[in-house]
């Protein structure tokens, strides 16, 4: 989905599953993946690939190195895709701390957790301890006028039928929702207060004075257990709302749980 959300161009590269078999010079190869607890662990495909055609993930970087940055690199891109366990001693040689024997410990049964200091109770800090830090401002969003009553927190989500930004289904069973992503959730006072409907078709405006008008239209509003002056709809289909500006101040993180915007309601069809 984020392919429709870019800037003036955007290439699709079809590639290789991680559950498709991968075949390089040395054999078939192996890639390492975290999963959401943070454990690194080994996986390898035993599909036939959809097309003999397709290239690796790792293939179509090298190939594009090779393409582009040739002569600039002492990077080996032919041996590195030759035998992926090579790509995985360098990560290893570079982040000994965290990568350590990385192609043996990969293999082993639950894999090997990347370590994080404060999980291990070991704070890195100037005292030692945990540190807490609290905000500076007592303004919810710096970025919009506290004076603006009309303007609600857009908060975007991601569905139970969805990885990242690979959409499985249109379904969302947690949040109840069925058949569609294009909703906006909403309180039932906040509905009532602007005359709204559940189930009328809206358009989201940001509401921010930068020259650049950011909308995403035809969102049908569910009435939903949110905090009034809150709404929420699904990631990447509200990604057009959120300025490039609009970001954490330190750590750069985009402030995709509160962004400033308008709800109006669409015309009716006639």
Known sequence: RSALVHGEISYILPCLGRTEIDLQETGQQAVAVEDSTGCMHGSRGQARPASPDLLSEPRIVAELAKATVSGRTTIPWDDWIADYARIRDAIASTYPDIFHDFNERMWKPGGFHRPIAARQRSWKTKTGKANFIVPTSLVTDIDT??????????????????????????????????????????????????????????????????????????????????????????????????????????????????????????????
Request: hydrophobic share 40%; aromatic share 8%.
């Open 145 to 270: 006028s506290p004076e603006a009553r009309d303007v609600v927190q857009l908060i975007t989500l991601r569905s139970n039928g969805q990885f990242n930004t690979t959409i499985y289904s249109y379904d969302d069973r947690f949040r109840g929702i069925y058949g569609s992503r294009l909703v906006v959730l909403m309180h039932r006072n906040d509905i009532e207060r602007w005359g709204l409907k559940e189930g009328l078709t809206v358009t989201l405006t940001t509401a921010v004075d930068d020259g650049v008008d950011r909308q995403v239209s035809g969102l049908r509003v569910v009435a939903y257990d949110i905090p009034e002056g809150c709404i929420a709809g699904y990631f990447p289909e509200c990604n057009p709302l959120l300025p490039l500006w609009h970001h954490e101040e330190k750590a750069k993180t985009p402030a995709a749980k509160s962004i400033p915007v308008r709800v109006k309601a669409e015309a009716a069809a006639v």
